[in-house]
């Protein structure tokens, strides 16, 4: 397991992390400061921590690094992953997109493209 900390993340692609819920618990700081909460924008940084297990990291992975997943969502994803695989190489060959996988097809409805095999 590990905790990650993701801090000044976009609200907007915190809650792409938030959909994951097997194997993770999240706790994402609260827009509840401003009393006006209809004014906070969508991508007003927050603070999202998780708590995660190796299944749903690789879930999530698979999930997250299709090109089809949001660019920033991609990024951030990307680092957790960077990070996690220098702590211990053996994780640059799991964490990996879906698309990029031994699945060799992306599994979206209209597929990435990016690693699709004909
Ligand atoms: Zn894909």
Same mark, same amino acid.
């Given at each position: 397991?590990?905790?990650?900390?993701?801090?000044?993340?976009? !609200?907007?692609?915190?809650?792409?992390?938030?959909?994951?819920? !097997?194997?993770?618990?999240? !706790?994402?700081?609260?827009?509840?400061?401003?009393?006006?909460?209809?004014?906070?924008?969508?991508?007003?940084?927050?603070?999202? /921590?998780?708590? /995660?297990?190796?299944?749903?990291?690789?879930?999530?992975?698979?999930?997250? &690094?299709?090109?089809?997943?949001?660019?920033?969502?991609? &990024?951030?994803?990307?680092?957790?992953?960077?990070? /996690?695989?220098? /702590?211990?190489?053996?994780?640059?060959?799991? &964490? &990996?997109?879906?698309?990029?996988?031994?699945?060799?097809?992306?599994?979206?409805?209209?597929?990435?493209?990016? !690693?699709?095999?004909?």
């Amino acid at each position: 397991m590990w905790t990650i900390k993701m801090e000044n993340i976009p !609200y907007c692609n915190s809650v792409h992390f938030v959909r994951h819920k !097997y194997g993770v618990e999240h !706790y994402v700081q609260s827009q509840r400061k401003n009393p006006d909460r209809g004014a906070e924008r969508q991508d007003a940084p927050v603070t999202h /921590i998780m708590d /995660i297990n190796a299944q749903e990291l690789i879930f999530m992975a698979r999930k997250r &690094l299709c090109f089809k997943a949001d660019d920033i969502t991609r &990024l951030i994803m990307n680092v957790i992953c960077s990070k /996690i695989q220098k /702590i211990d190489p053996v994780w640059e060959t799991v &964490l &990996l997109p879906a698309c990029g996988c031994d699945e060799k097809n992306c599994r979206e409805f209209k597929p990435c493209g990016f !690693y699709h095999i004909m």
